[in-house]
C-alpha cells in the first residue's frame, strides 16, 4: 500500500529537549516536504527537499532542521524545542513532474507535538 | 511567503444543500488545487486545476480556476454528512517549483443531517 507514514504520532515533551519526528514514504518519490498545521493559520511549509542530499527552507524553518540522506527518509529535527513550536505537523511527498498524478502531495498521518 | 485568502472560514449546512467557497491570491497562480482534511488524517487532493478558466469535476465536486489567475472556487452539490471535513485550496505561483505550494487557511465545513 502506498502510504507515507510518520513516528511518534503524539509526543509531549519539555523546552530544550531535542526531539527528531520520523517520515518515510514507499513511492520512490522524489519530494518532500514538512508542514506544520495551526488553528486558523491552515498549512505551513517548514522545509522541502528536491531530492537525496538537497533540502530548502520554506516559510516557516525557524527552529527546525531536516535532512535527506536516502530517499525514502526525511526526519525533522527539533533541536531545542520551544513552546511556539507545538502544533500539528505533517509530511508529504509527490513525484513532482509537474502533472497531476505529480502533484497529489501524500499526506502522512500527522504527528501532533506538545512542547511544555 | 505568498498569501491566500480562504472563505468562509466555516459553514454549518443542511444536509441536501449546495456548498461553494472560494480563494483569492493578490498573485498569479499557475496552478490549483483543493484539499480535504478529515479529522485526525492527513490532507487528501480532491481536484487539480492547470488552466485559466478550467472546469474541473470530481463526483458531485466543481472546482474552476479563475480566468484571472487569481482566485479558484470549489463546489459541493447536494451535501451528505460524510462531506463534513476542513476544505483547502492551494497554490503554486508563478516561477515556484513543482514541490513549493501555498494553502490557504481553511473552510470548516459541518453538514447538519
Known amino acids: 500500500e502506498a502510504q507515507v507514514t510518520q513516528n511518534p504520532r503524539y509526543l509531549i515533551t519539555v523546552t530544550g529537549k531535542k526531539l527528531t519526528v520520523t517520515c518515510s514514504q514507499n513511492?520512490?518519490?522524489?519530494?518532500m516536504s514538512w508542514y506544520r498545521q495551526d488553528p486558523g493559520l491552515g498549512l505551513r511549509q517548514i522545509y522541502y527537499?528536491?531530492?537525496?542530499?538537497?533540502?530548502d527552507k520554506g516559510d516557516v524553518p525557524e527552529g527546525y532542521k531536516v535532512s535527506r540522506k536516502e530517499k525514502r527518509n526525511f526526519p525533522l529535527i527539533l533541536e531545542s524545542p520551544s513552546p511556539n513550536q507545538t502544533s500539528l505537523y505533517f509530511c508529504?511527498?509527490?513525484?513532482?513532474?509537474?502533472?497531476?498524478?505529480?502533484?497529489?502531495?501524500?499526506f502522512g498521518p500527522g504527528t501532533r507535538l506538545t512542547v511544555l | 511567503g505568498q498569501q491566500l485568502n480562504q472563505s468562509p472560514q466555516s459553514m454549518f449546512i443542511q444536509e441536501g444543500e449546495d456548498v461553494s467557497m472560494n480563494c483569492t491570491s493578490s498573485?498569479?497562480?499557475?496552478?490549483w488545487l483543493w484539499y480535504k482534511q478529515d479529522p485526525g488524517e492527513g490532507p487528501v487532493l480532491l481536484i487539480a486545476?492547470?488552466?485559466?478558466?478550467e472546469l474541473t469535476s470530481n463526483g458531485r465536486l466543481t472546482a474552476q480556476f479563475g480566468i484571472t489567475r487569481k482566485d479558484s472556487f470549489l463546489n459541493i452539490s447536494a451535501s451528505i454528512p460524510s462531506d463534513v471535513g476542513i476544505y483547502f485550496c492551494?497554490?503554486?505561483?508563478?516561477?515556484?517549483?513543482?514541490?513549493?505550494?501555498?494553502f490557504g487557511k481553511g473552510t470548516k465545513l459541518s453538514v447538519i443531517p
Open positions: 508529504a511527498s509527490s513525484s513532482g513532474t509537474g502533472t497531476s498524478e505529480a502533484d497529489t502531495q501524500y
Open positions: 513511492m520512490n518519490h522524489e519530494y
Open positions: 527537499s528536491m531530492n537525496v542530499e538537497v533540502t
Open positions: 498573485s498569479i497562480f499557475n496552478t
Open positions: 486545476l492547470y488552466k485559466a478558466g
Open positions: 492551494a497554490g503554486r505561483p508563478t516561477g515556484a517549483g513543482s514541490y513549493q505550494l501555498t
